[in-house]
């Protein structure tokens, strides 16, 4: 089968969304389909199955920056690709947002497979557009939402039924990772995998370290992601800011070792948060999680199974739930075994059936 697949934001810039498309198609591709993926970008993609529409612009939306494209020349360059291809099945990815996903499902032909991967309690924008998104959605054969409050939030705004697949992550890179990283402060290590945009709660982690440090003489920060919140080490004395490793926009292939060289993941995401990518690459590499109690990640992880959950925004609590796993090795081997297991059930070979079912079953349709 040939499969074009539509990413919405920058091919080159670091997101759960364009990891979720790049492994996807590695997978299609192993698995015998003919793979085209379509997305903006600021330099020619490296991989020889994706082709850049579009320079991207940073346009700010719900405590985020999404890097976008939406403009004529794109739309045509879109075209042509649709047009030489001639894919049987279009994927696109958040069709709802102006970019190159939308673009390609007002240019296609072919029936079109949609995967929402947002989640927010309301949209303003969303709802003003109605009449644009409505417009998409009748060209869409089949919808698709990575977590059931991704679905939530698709179905407040656009009524219609939605299919649940996760996202596929790949395990074997995170729990076979080789070697950690040397040269990281600290004996007893938190990492932290995101950008540093608000909606993250960087902040929040920035203030739980500072309790930790006046507590632990071992325990360091190592933060892979940049964004205007790196600010927030400002929080932190001279002495303390020593304990931290900002490694900056780290490649999403170098970051199983730094989960080797780990000992806990803590993401305190504020919200809007539909899966948690970051959090089944965590417990696939065997590493307890802290999370916050926010609807995408409950789905994800079960409270006192594979992690420990805490309110959002509540750097004592954050700092408690850390602590515990840090001071108490038990609690943390028995939330990191529970983890890997849990992990496999996101993995691409539980997940591309799904998908490659509803490529069928709208295919079969079209036909």
């Known amino acids: 089968m040939r499969v074009l697949l539509a990413c919405p934001y920058a091919w080159d810039a670091p997101g ?11 997978v299609l591709l192993e698995r015998g389909h003919d793979v085209l993926v379509l997305a903006p970008g600021s330099r020619r ?108 939030f698709l179905w407040r705004a656009m009524p219609g039924e939605v299919e649940v697949i996760p996202n596929g992550v790949d395990l074997t890179r995170f729990a076979e990772p080789g070697p950690p990283v040397d040269g990281l402060p600290g004996q007893r290590r938190i990492l932290w995998v995101a950008r540093l945009d608000r909606q993250k709660g960087f902040p929040v982690m920035v203030r739980a370290f500072a309790r930790l440090a006046a507590e632990l003489d071992d ?20 002495d303390d800011r020593r304990r931290v490793a900002m490694l900056g926009t780290v490649r999403h292939e170098d970051l199983p070792s730094y989960h080797a060289a780990a000992h806990v993941f803590a993401s305190p995401a504020l919200g809007q948060e539909s899966f948690g990518i970051t959090l089944v690459e965590a417990m696939a590499a065997g590493l307890p999680v802290v999370a916050t109690d926010i609807p995408g990640y409950r789905e994800v992880v079960a409270e006192a199974v594979e992690g420990l959950l805490v309110p959002p925004g509540d750097p004592a609590e954050l700092a408690v739930a850390l602590r515990r796993i840090l001071i108490d090795p038990d609690l943390a081997s028995g939330l990191g075994a529970a983890g890997r297991r849990r992990a496999e059930g996101f993995s691409w070979d539980v997940v591309a059936p799904q998908l490659e079912a509803v490529y069928g079953r709208v295919a079969d349709g079209a036909r």
């Open 16 to 26: 759960g969304v364009q990891v979720h498309v790049r492994q996807l198609a590695g």
């Open 45 to 152: 993609a490296d991989e020889p199955f994706a082709r850049v529409v579009g320079r991207p612009v940073s346009v700010p939306y719900a405590g985020t920056v999404a890097p976008i494209c939406f403009s004529r020349r794109s739309f045509r360059r879109i075209r042509r690709f649709l047009r030489v291809f001639e894919p049987d099945v279009v994927h696109v990815h958040e069709p709802f947002a102006p970019s190159t996903s939308m673009l390609t499902a007002f240019a296609s032909a072919a029936p079109i497979v949609a995967t929402h991967h947002a989640h927010l309690a309301r949209s303003r924008l969303m709802e003003l557009a109605a009449p644009i998104l409505r417009s998409v959605q009748r060209r869409i054969a089949a919808r698709i939402a990575v977590s059931q409050a991704a679905a939530a």
């Open 219 to 238: 325990v360091s920060l190592v933060v892979a992601g940049d964004g205007r919140d790196r600010e927030a080490l400002g929080l932190l004395s001279e």
